[in-house]
């Protein structure tokens, strides 16, 4: 209950909790409380890609969105809560 | 035997450190706290192995492939410098991702014990963790602990010091193939690795609740990192805590300090009496007494600040404005992580450059290691406090908008950098690990709050006493090491050493030579400004005033060194935003790695501090007095001057040399 309060107060998120028609191709499309598999992260920063390997982002591995927040996506994978911003949400494909 | 403790970001590295050795290093619910290698013994009472235990606390990683200069300091570490023991300190909650950095380390060969840290979360996050099946399935000891608490300590010495001088099996070992392998057969190791984690997590761990549920903490985030609240409630923490030391909490205490300092003054006064020769009583009791309790006085404030900095830092709220700034900073080129090294700057300037660490990405990191100096630190505090409470009533106003005028230069300066680098809007990325929420430890932001009050009183009794009484004496006498009369101070050494600095400071409103050599004495250590006024300005109305100060109108002092108000302002944002103290240079010249950049940013912070005071000084005697103040011509041309060095920076268009600056040549 105090929850839905908050979030009614605070959750300033209309572009993901609609319901998209559109197949989500990467993180940005996502739906908040959605869990989903990666297809892969797509970026030129070799060494970034490495990174997210290392924390267990990496294809065929799970997702879930916990919210967004602004250009900020707080995503969960591998028990740990991240937050990333759009340009590296818009690199991993789901 | 030499104990390495390795393991994730935030896991609790430093809080056992601390537990183990006794020290009190930095500690922080965010990660990436620490940023370099500490070592320490282990306490007896928790060795009862009878030998030596060193702990080396190390900065945490996600794996053994290094990904920012700090890992980087983990993996040479493990691999060059053979610790016989490594304490893998793992975070319960997340046993997931820590066990595959777990499972790199077993390879090494070198025996490891697992410090299940954080176990204490475990129940109230409906984990549930089969201890003796991960010890054999990962053929290693298991320890639980909770490094907050201390719990687990003593056993997990002597598991450590157990294993000692044997071997390692590894579980899953994957380095037969990774050397000379090409990348694509490391990923598949790699992923065969995670696959094995899975798979071991699965047998060991229940969880009641999936970690992907919405929690509390979520709903706390949605408010806190909210993009409009998210600043707004930045700003009102950063009010809460300089008003608190300055205004507050601080001159609560300060108040009663002054009044020993002042009894102590009258003591000795009266100690020696008349048979002492009165240059050697002045300079005990202006000189030092008088310039370091000046400085001394304005303690608890800074104890305050630190006290409050620390629950900060221990709540989890730090990762949090990294998220919210991180939109803002990006458009001006630098990165969310920017903001930890300023906020840890408010409380000292050096650890705040060597947070920069934590920032890959090169041009970011050095520009937010030129400009974290800009953030008014602890030893600032009580040039502020002394310039508002003197000239300003005791406004709150003065102290705290400090900070925000701070992180305005930050941004101007980071434009300015970004339009010189060439940067352009940066397209690094962004990701932070999000801590969980918890009460701050009293206790510990008591003992951070202990040890850094201990540091500043040595400061106070070594650097700034000498300090003082060098000032006493160059003010005595004059080149011919004769006492100069009362009232012809200017012919004394300091005084004709001071006057040519402060020829140049005419424009800005406070070109005595006075207010020349604090400002001078300041690049030593910055709380010298205050301890130099006091000497200069004669100590016993000082100190009379100084209690004023902190009570209630304190005129004398303002009429004394004869500043109007926005000349003092001046003066205040002189000293603020100049070039910090040497020992900060030093931590510059550290982390830039580059002499350009050093001296560039030296240059910068030059410039940027006399602009900033001739800006105040000229602008605010024009609304006052409805005319400019004197050297108003002079100063435009030294402004036009830095303006035109920048311009001609953002405008030559050699590539080249922006490239050579981007790679550090």
């Known amino acids: ?94 | 035997m030499r104990i390495a403790l390795i393991g994730n970001p935030n896991s609790g590295k430093t809080t056992l450190f601390n537990a183990i050795t006794g020290k009190i290093e930095h500690v922080g619910n965010w990660p990436g706290v620490t940023v370099a290698k500490k070592e320490g013994e282990a306490k007896r009472n928790l060795n009862k192995t009878g030998q030596d235990i060193r702990v080396v606390d190390l900065p945490g990683a996600y794996s053994i492939s290094p990904f920012t200069s700090e890992e980087s300091i983990t993996s040479d570490f493990v691999r060059n410098e053979n610790p016989d023991v490594i304490i893998n300190i793992v975070d319960a909650s997340n046993l997931n991702r820590s066990l595959l950095f777990t499972t790199q380390l077993l390879e090494l060969g070198i025996p490891l014990v697992i410090a299940l840290n954080k176990s204490d979360l475990l129940e109230k996050k409906g984990i549930a963790i089969n201890l003796d099946e991960l010890a054999k399935r990962l053929g290693c000891e298991v320890v639980k602990t909770v490094s907050t608490q201390g719990e687990g300590l003593t056993e997990l010495i002597a598991k450590a010091s157990g294993v000692f001088g044997r071997g390692q099996q590894a579980p899953f070992d994957g380095s037969s193939i990774a050397k000379g392998a090409d990348k694509a057969a490391f990923e598949a190791i790699e992923r065969e690795r995670f696959a094995f984690v899975d798979k071991l997590v699965q047998e060991v761990e229940v969880r009641k609740i999936a970690s992907f549920a919405q929690t509390r903490q979520d709903a706390a985030d949605r408010i806190i990192a909210h993009k409009i609240w998210g600043i707004p409630i930045f700003a009102a923490a950063i009010y809460f805590v300089f008003s608190m030391s300055q205004t507050y909490l601080g001159p609560l205490f300060a108040d009663i300090l002054v009044g020993w300092i002042d009894s102590f003054y009258a003591f000795t006064e009266a100690l020696m009496g008349e048979g002492v020769s009165p240059l050697l009583g002045a300079l005990l009791l202006d000189g030092i007494i008088g310039g370091v309790g000046a400085v001394l006085g304005f303690l608890p404030l800074i104890m305050v600040l630190f006290f409050i900095l620390a629950l900060l830092e221990d709540c989890g709220y730090m990762a949090r404005v990294a998220v919210v700034m991180d939109r803002y900073l990006k458009k001006v080129g630098l990165s969310g992580r920017s903001i930890i090294p300023m906020v840890i700057g408010t409380g000292c300037a050096i650890p705040g450059i060597m947070a920069t660490r934590t920032i890959r990405d090169q041009r970011q990191r050095r520009t937010t290691a030129m400009l974290t100096p800009f953030m008014p630190c602890g030893a600032k505090l009580p040039v502020i406090a002394l310039f508002a409470g003197v000239f300003f009533g005791e406004a709150a106003w003065v102290g705290t908008s400090m900070y925000f005028v701070g992180i305005a230069i930050i941004i101007l300066g980071a434009l300015i950098v970004q339009k010189i680098t060439k940067g352009g809007p940066s397209r690094s990325y962004f990701i932070m690990e999000l801590p969980e929420y918890r009460w701050p430890s009293l206790k510990r932001a008591f003992l951070s709050m202990m040890s850094r009050a201990k540091a500043f009183i040595i400061k106070a009794g070594t650097i700034i006493l000498v300090c003082n009484a060098a000032i006493h004496i160059m003010q005595t006498f004059n080149w011919n090491f004769q006492v100069v009369a009362e009232g012809m101070e200017s012919t004394s050494i300091l005084g004709s050493i001071a006057s040519p600095f402060a020829l140049l400071l005419v424009p800005l409103g406070f070109g005595v030579w006075q207010l020349a050599a604090a400002a001078v004495t300041g690049f030593i250590a910055k709380e010298n400004v205050v301890g130099t006024l006091a000497v200069v300005y004669g100590i016993s109305n000082f100190i009379d005033t100084k209690e004023l100060l902190l009570v209630s109108g304190a005129t004398d002092v303002a009429a004394i060194m004869g500043l109007t108000s926005v000349a003092a302002l001046a003066y205040l944002m002189f000293n603020l935003f100049t070039p910090p103290c040497f020992a900060a240079i030093g931590a510059m010249n550290a982390e830039l790695e580059s002499r350009k950049w050093l001296w560039a940013g030296i240059g910068f912070q030059f410039g940027m501090g006399y602009t900033v005071a001739f800006l105040v000084y000229q602008i605010g005697t024009l609304i006052t007095t409805k005319s400019f103040g004197t050297g108003v011509i002079p100063g435009l041309l030294a402004v036009a001057f830095f303006a035109g060095i920048i311009v001609y920076l953002i405008n030559r268009n050699d590539q080249l040399v922006a490239v050579g600056l981007e790679e550090g040549v």
Do not use: Q, W
């Open chain 1, 1 to 94: 209950m105090e929850l839905a309060v908050i979030n009614k107060l605070f959750g300033s998120n209309t572009k993901n909790s609609k319901a998209k028609l559109v197949k989500p191709e990467n993180l940005t499309d996502a739906k908040i409380n959605h869990s989903y598999l990666i297809k892969g992260v797509e970026t030129k920063d070799k060494a970034m890609k490495d990174f997210m390997f290392t924390l267990g982002c990496f294809e065929g591995e799970k997702v879930t969105l916990i919210s967004v927040l602004a250009d900020n996506y707080i995503i969960n994978v591998k028990d740990a809560r991240y937050s990333i911003d759009m340009d590296l949400a818009k690199a991993i494909l789901i």
